[in-house]
T-cell receptor, first 117, second 112 residues
């Protein structure tokens, strides 16, 4: 178990630029989640995949955000035309399919910290 | 919608003191409740969980009891250690949902 891996660890970009983050889940996990965390707050749900299918998206996921998981393994999160309000820690988590969510706890990565200047 | 409210931190305690971190929730269905912990420089990790009313979750000396009548899931530990210094997040998943709803976190600082 090598854990959930996220790259890059830090990203600084200018307003208006596009950025892409990558998440490699634990290999046998078929569920993958993206969360966003701002300073002093808990993580907020963005979107969730089961295998390659994106099954749920939060209202927080505006049209400038897109997430993919093309082969049901790694996932990318792209933010187009970044804004200063996008500055946050972006967290990825993965889990196994279970009868109910409590049977398959989430394993989180260390996150990608985005700073938009 | 679902929400989780935690006591604000930081909570500063001396080693071997008793810890309580309050957590209350609002949910429309029958939620499962969780405590996650984030140690400095590390990712969030599950500390304990409870899936129905009156269940008690426990791990590493921490305990929390699912109280439906008070919609609470307070985290307790009888004797904290310096190594328990971290940010603690209360969270829930509601019926039929996969996503976790988190509280804002409570930072615990344990002094030797």
């Amino acid at each position: 178990d090598t854990g959930v891996s996220q790259n890059p660890r830090h990203k600084i970009t200018k307003r208006g630029q596009n950025v892409t983050f990558r998440c490699d889940p634990i290999s046998e996990h078929n569920r993958l989640y993206w969360y966003r965390q701002t300073l002093g707050q808990g993580p907020e749900f963005l979107t969730y995949f089961q295998n390659e299918a994106q099954l749920e998206k939060s209202r927080l996921l505006s049209d400038r955000f897109s997430a993919e998981r093309p082969k049901g393994s790694f996932s990318t999160l792209e933010i187009q035309r970044t804004e200063q309000g996008d500055s946050a820690m972006y967290l990825c988590a993965s889990s196994l399919t279970g009868v109910a969510s409590y049977n398959s706890p989430l394993h989180f990565g260390n996150g990608t910290r985005l700073t938009v200047t | 919608g679902d929400s989780v409210t935690q006591m604000e931190g930081p909570v500063t305690l001396s080693e071997e003191a008793f810890l309580t971190i309050n957590c209350t929730y609002t949910a429309t269905g029958y939620p499962s409740l969780f405590w996650y912990v984030q140690y400095p420089g590390e990712g969030l990790q599950l500390l304990l969980k409870a899936t129905k009313a009156d269940d008690k979750g426990s791990n590493k000396g921490f305990e929390a009891t699912y109280r439906k009548e008070t919609t609470s899931f307070h985290l307790e530990k009888g004797s904290v250690q310096v190594s328990d210094s971290a940010v603690y997040f209360c969270a829930l998943t509601d019926t039929g949902r996969r996503a976790l709803t988190f509280g804002s976190g409570t930072r615990l600082q344990v002094q030797p």
